[in-house]
């Protein structure tokens, strides 16, 4: 599976968007783009995966460009609830049930 | 409808000893995954397990091992514990085995080794 890079940490205030970017640029056609957040001690929660199409649900927007080398992960309105370490993942279609995750981007937001 | 549910939810055992920790997934998913999370490794992938077999493994020894029952509830033990063993250790389920499937955790279990 490919490489992500994420920054380390970021801060948002309460009640603006959180963009969390992720940078997978040796990213093969027939890989996803997952993303997934884990609040402290909890098991991580899923969020949104996407192919090459941006993505829309009740929880986050998916923006993947077009070269599909990079992507944006969109929480529209953060909330204090929405700290959390927040993990981008790339996942081929014929890999099991199996993400490997890397050191995410910590998530702090600001009242 | 219920999540993936792990039991127990925090666990003591002693160098040497083994444990056995369990994952029952979401109803009518078929692919069980495990994984181990320290604050120094991180979250690593330990194996997978569809339809009673196991379909992948992380690089972990032999000491750590799994099943998955007809009903897809799955066990993962690890035997002669070692202080480094201690871990959150969890459980995702899948509809399915493949990559555009998403999997769901479980809260996971707690173990510490003295």
């Known amino acids: 599976d490919a490489k992500t890079t994420q920054p380390t940490s970021m801060d948002c205030a309460e009640g603006r968007a959180a963009n969390l970017p992720c940078n997978h640029s040796t990213i093969s056609g027939n890989e996803y783009v997952y993303w997934y957040r884990q609040i402290h001690s909890q098991g991580p929660q899923y969020i949104i995966h996407?192919?090459?199409n941006n993505e829309t649900n009740e929880m986050a927007s998916l923006i993947i460009t077009e070269d599909r080398k990079s992507s944006t992960l969109i929480l529209p309105h953060a909330t204090l609830r929405d700290t959390a370490v927040y993990y981008c993942?790339?996942?081929?279609?014929?890999?099991?049930?199996?993400?490997?995750f890397g050191t995410g981007t910590s998530l702090t937001v600001i009242p | 409808k219920a999540g993936v549910t792990q039991t127990p939810r925090y666990l003591i055992k002693t160098r040497g000893q083994q444990v056995t920790l369990s994952c029952s997934p979401i109803?009518?998913?078929?692919?069980v995954s495990w994984y181990q999370q320290t604050p120094g490794q991180g979250l690593q992938f330990l194996f997978e397990y569809f339809s009673e077999t196991q379909r992948n493994k992380g690089n972990f020894p032999g000491r750590f091992s799994g099943r998955q029952f007809s009903n897809s509830r799955s066990e993962m033990n690890v035997s002669t514990l070692e202080l480094g063993d201690s871990a959150l250790y969890l459980c995702?389920?899948?509809?399915?085995?493949?990559?555009?499937?998403?999997?769901?955790f479980g809260q996971g279990t707690r173990l510490t080794v003295v």
């Open positions: 996407g192919l090459k």
């Open positions: 995702a389920s899948s509809l399915g085995n493949t990559g555009d499937t998403e999997a769901f």
């Open positions: 993942i790339v996942r081929a279609r014929n890999t099991g049930n199996q993400f490997y």
């Open positions: 109803s009518g998913h078929r692919s």
